[in-house]
């Protein structure tokens, strides 16, 4: 049983990857990737809402709205809203958190930081835990998996973005046509670890 | 006449033709080096090794992996055709096939790979880099024998343009581009790029009793050739023997032989004996089976301090752990196939040797470079056993790693910076 919680976290973080493979939460990874420090910062909070609103958002689906639940109707249909609500409340935790910690973290993020509500990655979290019934501790290993998975694209593409800043890059590709080119690099490169099945070697 | 004075006399004008002027000044600086020079007193530079060497060093010790390359590319052809099995037999018959198949993907690699190198120095406004001589002399070996040159075209383009000059040109490159080239062509043509049959070059197929496609070269130009001196000629009437798989040493460790009941390296070893393996008569891509000559390129390249020796050493660590990891934990077949063995087959030391030390997109700091080589160790081996989908991790482990290297490299300084404030 344990072995399968190790096998999620895996999956989900690099065979598949939720930037890499699904190309989710592109919005502020392409926007927030220039810096090391800042990718770092955000790429902490991802980690950190999908921990926390996954398991969340599971005790919702199943103690609320599925039909063995406290109402005993199926009311699945009212998921997306309330998924949303409960991450855009984390998001505000959140918000509120960094910007009493560092505020420096909380202005280089600006609209970024509140826009994790957003982030698709976060939402397709809750989405795939339902899709794939997955139990509670899955759910949670889940959600540190695609969050770390997330966090690490992220800090990784901004290495390379910072390293290339002095390159005589193409003036049409400069900025976000370079991080794109990286983007799907990087998608070729993870290629390799997809069709690997940890739960094989159990 | 002095030899400078005719390279001046012919240089073409600059503004006319910048394209030739590129050209131009590309074999110039071959034969030349530049009169511009650190002046005494200045920054001192222990020696004038510059691109240029660098790069040709690396193109030396490539070549015995070409000669012998061209070699096996015949010698397999023959042996799955039953005939001139001994390795010298048929001797002119193998270099010529050898020949005949290296050389066209040799000139396309180039051709398009230069072609795009010359079109975007001339139009950028700067000199052409030799980038490419590199990666031009890597992605024929790195290429099975029968890898159609169309593909071959494309892949290349993909790897110089999006891979390089897209990055600002030779030394700015994330990713290694011979293997962005190799990768293209892998995902992009699966069907056809991999498998049993590519590895060994001219066959139809290798079911027994397939047809040799022969074409004017070898059956008018080299015969007509062979002829003259009464040597033994091709045969097109030959068809592939009778019990020839062509399976690598890779396929046959992680399937087995089909029918029967022998698996991991016993399937291996029932095929190839190790001193095959080891002198690399086997099949493969076109420079990484024969493992003493890649050893022979990778000592030169330590010697001259081009590839660095941290990288290779923490690679063989790597994955000779791994592979012990893997023998400890003994799952599959091809999980039990011992650690030390796994050297034997696959491209492993060519990837040691020449993709993973490219200097450009390998980590720079030495504490990055011992952590990069080992996970490229691990993470191959992690690949080639465990991932049914590739028969061969070290290609993909590699760009994993390249796409890390920065930000290894990014942590690796920090902790420098962090342990360096302390002490002050």
Redesign the interface.
């Known amino acids: 049983m344990e072995g399968s919680f190790v096998n999620i976290f895996i999956k989900a973080a690099f065979i598949e990857n939720l930037v890499l493979m699904y190309f989710l939460g592109m919005c502020s990874y392409l926007a927030v990737s220039k810096s090391i420090k800042t990718a770092f910062g955000l790429g902490l909070a991802v980690i950190f809402v999908l921990a926390v609103t996954m398991p969340i958002n599971w005790l919702i689906h199943e103690h609320l709205l599925s039909e063995n639940g406290l109402f005993g109707r199926d009311l699945t249909f009212l998921k997306l809203i309330l998924f949303i609500a409960v991450i855009a409340s984390m998001v505000q935790l959140v918000e509120m958190v960094v910007e009493k910690v560092s505020p420096a973290l909380y202005n280089a993020l600006g609209i970024f930081l509140p826009l994790i509500t957003v982030n698709c990655a976060i939402l397709s979290g809750s989405l795939f835990m339902v899709t794939r019934e997955y139990t509670l501790g899955e759910t949670i290993a889940f959600g540190l998996g695609g969050g770390f998975g997330w966090f690490i694209a992220i800090v990784a593409l901004a290495a390379i973005r910072e390293k290339i800043r002095y390159s005589n890059v193409p003036a049409p590709l400069r900025g976000l046509g370079m991080a794109f080119l990286i983007t799907g690099l990087m998608g070729v490169a993870f290629l390799g670890l997809m069709g690997i099945d940890p739960a094989a070697l159990q | 006449m002095a030899l400078i004075d005719f390279f001046k006399k012919i240089e073409p004008d600059k503004e006319k033709s910048p394209l030739l002027h590129t050209a131009y000044d590309a074999f110039f600086t071959f034969a030349f080096t530049p009169n511009t020079v650190t002046p005494d007193g200045g920054t001192h530079i222990k020696d004038g090794m510059d691109l240029k060497r660098t790069m040709f060093y690396v193109v030396i010790a490539l070549q015995l992996c070409f000669l012998f390359g061209t070699y096996n590319i015949g010698h397999q052809h023959f042996l799955a055709l039953g005939v001139h099995e001994s390795f010298l037999a048929g001797f002119h018959l193998k270099l010529a096939y050898g020949l005949v198949k290296l050389l066209p993907i040799f000139i396309v690699a180039n051709v398009v790979g230069l072609g795009i190198e010359f079109w975007y120095a001339s139009n950028?406004g700067h000199g052409v880099e030799e980038g490419f001589l590199v990666s031009g002399a890597l992605i024929p070996l790195i290429m099975p024998p029968d890898v159609p040159l169309i593909w071959l075209a494309f892949s290349v383009a993909f790897a110089v343009i999006?891979?390089k000059?897209?990055?600002?040109?030779t030394g700015?490159n994330?990713?290694n581009i011979a293997l962005?080239s190799r990768?293209?062509i892998f995902?992009a043509y699966p069907t056809t790029i991999s498998g049993d049959e590519v590895w060994v070059a001219g066959l139809t197929s290798t079911e027994a009793g397939a047809a040799v496609d022969y074409t004017w070269w070898q059956t008018g130009f080299f015969n007509g050739i062979f002829e003259a001196f009464g040597w033994s000629t091709f045969d097109p009437g030959l068809t592939v023997a009778d019990g020839y798989t062509g399976a690598t040493p890779l396929a046959l460790a992680a399937n087995g032989i089909p029918g029967t009941d022998l698996v991991g390296w016993e399937a291996v070893t029932s095929v190839y004996s190790e001193s095959q393996m080891w002198w690399g008569t086997i099949p493969g891509s076109i420079g990484e089976t024969c493992k003493p000559f890649i050893i022979v390129g990778a000592i030169l390249l330590i010697l001259t301090k081009i590839a660095s020796w941290r990288i290779m050493l923490s690679m063989v660590i790597g994955a000779a752990l791994a592979g012990m990891g893997m023998n400890a934990?003994g799952?599959t077949p091809f999980m039990e196939v011992p650690w030390q063995y796994h050297f034997y087959m696959g491209s492993f030391f060519f990837a040691m040797a020449f993709m993973a030390t490219d200097p450009v997109t390998a980590s720079g700091t030495l504490t990055g470079k011992w952590i990069y080589g080992f996970f490229i160790g691990v993470?191959g081996m992690?690949?080639r056993v465990?991932?049914?989908?590739?028969p061969e991790?070290w290609?993909?482990?590699i760009?994993?790693l390249?796409?890390?290297s920065?930000?290894i490299?990014?942590y690796v300084l920090k902790a420098n910076i962090k342990k360096r404030l302390q002490r002050a």
Not at chain 2, 165 to 169: C, M, T, V
Not at chain 2, 386 to 390: D, E, G, K, T
């Open positions: 950028r999006l891979g000059e897209a990055f600002g040109g700015m994330v990713w962005l990768v293209f995902f934990l799952l993470i992690i690949i465990l991932n049914p989908a590739y991790g290609m993909l482990a760009l994993l390249n796409t890390f920065a930000t490299d990014n």
